[in-house]
């Protein structure tokens, strides 16, 4: 991989040949976890000005210029977010010479604040090739960094490391770069008009400019003629404030006659039958709604390298191996200035694990025939560094195969946010993805995701109870997997409902290294018989933690709250019995003192009446906060089907979440810095 150091150019076709289509990726991260930030892309004149407001791509515009930059989101890493962003370079107009790669933070938060500030380049096969380490000290003050831009040299594309940093924030950013921001009155302070903003200029670079130093020069941003009429008058400009969404209104009452009748199913499931018919149904189902719904076609394939384009699906489609023809499950094909970019997929439903000789095969036919992509879709989730099928690489050919894993969770998940929370191109588009959620969502589709804990569950749950598992034992480490792989699908589940991240927690202090996080985390599980997880939920006042206590048998939900920063802890304890009004009463509230003390508890039902009670009877100890927690037992099937272990960590997530943290008012805490 290339290491960048900040000033440095390179060309992207030194690196590596497959750079028509490239994947950059952004990332950080906080001792707490929680740091995070927001990028955007700017694309550029040779003016250095953006041709028009669209030019504009952050999170209220996730693609510009028809797919050809597209923000694809976020994914947890050890200690943080990684924000991955999609570059279709060979759909890049002409008259657009440079790609700005920017991130911003909100409320004041400053990059100082935030630890392994990076960005990485990986190629159309999902390789890194290129990485630029940003040196925070020199951000340190700042809300808002340009990492990097991609620009054209001649007929070939090159990238400079850049790390400026901005103190006017995301709007400040873009008006310097001649977008016409249309925010709140709050936002004069933001872009750069209120006493503590910073230098309101864009730093602009020639096609080959040497190293850059602290202080760059500056070009002053051209301001627009006025006509005889007065001001130039601009409509729809964007806005920075983040746009709200809303949960779907409720269902209009239905003209049936009575419960029987059953709503005709563009996609029916009632004939399925076996393995097989559910496999082919689901694969033809899914691949022509991504056809027909662009949208959510190119969101589901941007990821893996696929360029914006038009995008035609196939489904057993036979390709010559040896004696015997292969029939891979289907076929993506997208087809953008001429050029086409292929990827073979491989469907399984039900639980049923990919086959290695399988994937192999068509990893191998891919190869041969310069497809691009080999992806597998299934119920299972795939972990960090951990693939869920090993195959081997021709180091002979020139040609690479990436090889992608989607889960049924990741499809259901992708078609929740655009249809109830992001929005589509018209109706249409609306109804076939409502359609497509309905199948995955029916009992007999077999797409339910994840739902097995594997065959170690029985005997590690065995071993607990009888005290005979032992530290190193394998089969701990495959539950510690599958307890992974379940909370990264409750994540996407409760993000998909909430139209918000939902991220798991990793915590710094259990290492980077996804295989010795886990290792340590099975040790635990053989030491105390407890399985543990943490979730982030955009908007909540802390981190909500689930442990299953596979000795008792019960499932712990909870969160801390901090204390706020001002007024007194009797105020405070009315103030959160009050918010909980409409919790349930068997919640648990304990008070939280300096020195990771516990401090007084009890009951919801028996705080209601006397708040007081969660005041430490010693007047000298300082309260930090207050944690509720709800219990409830576990799940113990171990058929095939979802299992009633994850169905019931399931329904503790929703219902804490429902019924305790939505009445939490995040507003009102400080935020409590986390172990």
Not at 149 to 173: H, I, T
Not at 608 to 615: K, Q, S
Request: glycine share 10%; hydrophobic share 40%; aromatic share 6%.
């Amino acid at each position: 991989m290339h290491e960048m150091i900040k000033g440095s150019n390179v060309a992207l076709g030194a690196l590596s040949e497959n750079t028509g289509s490239v994947i950059v990726s952004l990332g950080w991260g906080s001792q707490s976890g929680e740091g995070d930030a927001d990028v955007s892309v700017l694309l550029l004149d040779g003016n250095g000005k953006v041709r028009s407001d669209e030019d504009f791509c952050f999170y209220n515009n996730p693609v510009a210029d028809g797919g050809s930059v597209q923000l694809l989101g976020k994914t947890p890493t050890a200690d943080g977010n990684e924000d991955r962003i999609s570059f279709d370079l060979t759909a890049v107009p002409a008259n657009v010479a440079r790609l700005v790669v920017a991130a911003s933070r909100d409320d004041g938060a400053r990059f100082g604040e935030l630890e392994d500030v990076r960005l990485s380049l990986a190629d159309g096969t999902g390789d890194d090739v290129l990485r630029f380490d940003v040196d925070v000290d020199d951000v340190d003050s700042f809300s808002a960094i340009v990492f990097g831009e991609l620009y054209r040299r001649g007929d070939e594309w090159k990238f400079r490391a850049v790390g400026q940093g901005y103190d006017s924030g995301l709007a400040g950013l873009a008006t310097d770069y001649g977008v016409d921001v249309d925010d709140e009155p709050a936002a004069a302070e933001a872009t750069g008009t209120g006493a503590d903003a910073g230098p309101a200029t864009a730093p602009v670079f020639p096609a080959d400019a040497p190293p850059v130093g602290k202080t760059l020069r500056p070009v002053p941003a051209p301001r627009e003629a006025e006509d005889d009429t007065g001001a130039k008058q601009r409509t729809a400009r964007p806005r920075t404030a983040k746009k709200k969404v809303t949960l779907p209104k409720a269902a209009k009452k239905t003209l049936a006659e009575n419960d029987s009748w059953r709503t005709a199913r563009l996609f029916p499931v009632s004939a399925l039958k076996s393995d097989r018919d559910r496999e082919m149904r689901a694969t033809s189902v899914l691949l022509s709604v991504m056809a027909q719904v662009p949208e959510f076609g190119r969101r589901l394939t941007a990821a893996f390298g696929a360029p914006a384009g038009r995008m035609e699906t196939f489904t057993e489609v036979a390709l010559p191996h040896g004696d015997t023809p292969r029939r891979p499950d289907g076929v993506i094909r997208v087809e953008r200035a001429g050029k086409l970019w292929t990827a073979l997929v491989e469907v399984k439903t039900n639980g049923n694990a990919l086959k290695t000789e399988q994937v192999q095969a068509y990893t191998d036919i891919a190869g041969r025939r310069a497809y691009e992509a080999v992806i597998t879709l299934s119920n299972d989730v795939a972990l960090e560094g951990s693939p869920l099928v090993d195959v081997k690489t021709d180091g002979r050919r020139k040609h690479k195969v990436a090889l992608w894993h989607l889960s049924w969770a990741e499809v259901a998940h992708q078609a929740q946010m655009l249809i109830r929370h992001e929005g589509v191109g018209n109706a249409s588009h609306a109804w076939l993805l409502q359609e497509l959620l309905h199948y995955l969502q029916h009992e007999n589709s077999g797409c339910h995701g994840f739902q097995n804990m594997g065959p170690s569950w029985v005997p590690v749950r065995n071993g607990i109870d009888d005290e005979t598992l032992c530290q190193g034992d394998p089969r701990a480490l495959e539950v510690v997997e599958s307890w992974e792989r379940l909370f990264r699908q409750v994540c996407l589940r409760l993000g998909g409902e909430l139209g918000q991240k939902v991220l798991p927690v990793q915590r710094t202090k259990r290492g980077a290294d996804p295989a010795l996080r886990r290792s340590l985390l099975a040790d635990q599980l053989c030491e105390d018989g407890r399985l543990q997880a943490e979730l982030r939920i955009e908007g909540a006042p802390g981190v909500l933690a689930v442990t299953a206590d596979l000795r008792t048998g019960r499932l712990r939900t909870s969160i801390d709250v901090p204390a706020p920063e001002q007024g007194y802890p009797l105020s405070w304890a009315k103030r959160l019995i009050r918010s909980l009004a409409e919790a349930p009463a068997d919640l648990h509230v304990e008070t939280l003192l300096t020195g990771d003390k516990g401090g007084p508890r009890g009951t919801l039902e028996r705080l209601r009446p006397e708040p007081a009670d969660l005041l430490p009877k010693d007047g000298a100890a300082t309260i930090t906060g207050f944690r509720l927690s709800l219990l409830k037992s576990m799940g113990s099937s171990r058929g095939n089907a979802e299992s009633g272990f994850i169905r019931s960590v399931d329904d503790a997530v929703q219902r804490f979440y429902g019924t305790v943290v939505t009445h939490l008012d995040a507003t009102s805490t400080r935020r409590a810095p986390l172990k």
